[in-house]
């Protein structure tokens, strides 16, 4: 059964950082990804590695938070730097491969305070 697991999440103020964890068998996808889900709001793609290590970044994130993974250490990460108010949300980790269901981990508070 694959799981993905998220950690790191927490509370900071604006202008701070943080990093995200997500223990998951990386290997395996085509591509795996970051989400974010504030209350109330659909869940969004933050940003996304392939397997040739190609990534892809939401607009408003661009130069401020940087995705990145570790096969060796079956973890994909997120480093959160200059975090604002608005990105306080859920942020989910999400694993694709060809032929099968998305695989979503449980999620990780992220809370930025002014």
């Known amino acids: 059964q694959v799981k993905l697991v998220e950690s790191g999440g927490g509370s900071v103020q604006a202008g701070g950082s943080l990093r995200l964890s997500c223990g998951a068998p990386?290997?395996?996808?085509?591509?795996i990804s970051w989400y974010c889900q504030a209350p109330g709001k659909q869940r969004d793609l933050v940003a996304s590695?392939?397997?040739?290590?190609?990534?892809n970044y939401a607009d408003d994130v661009k130069g401020r938070l940087t995705i990145s993974n570790d096969v060796t250490k079956n973890t994909l990460y997120l480093q959160m730097n200059r975090l604002k108010v608005e990105d306080t949300a859920v942020y989910y980790c999400n694993g694709r491969r060809p032929c099968d269901v998305a695989y979503w981990g449980q999620g990780t508070q992220v809370t930025v305070s002014s």
């Open positions: 590695i392939s397997g040739g290590g190609r990534t």
């Open positions: 990386v290997s395996i996808f085509s591509d």
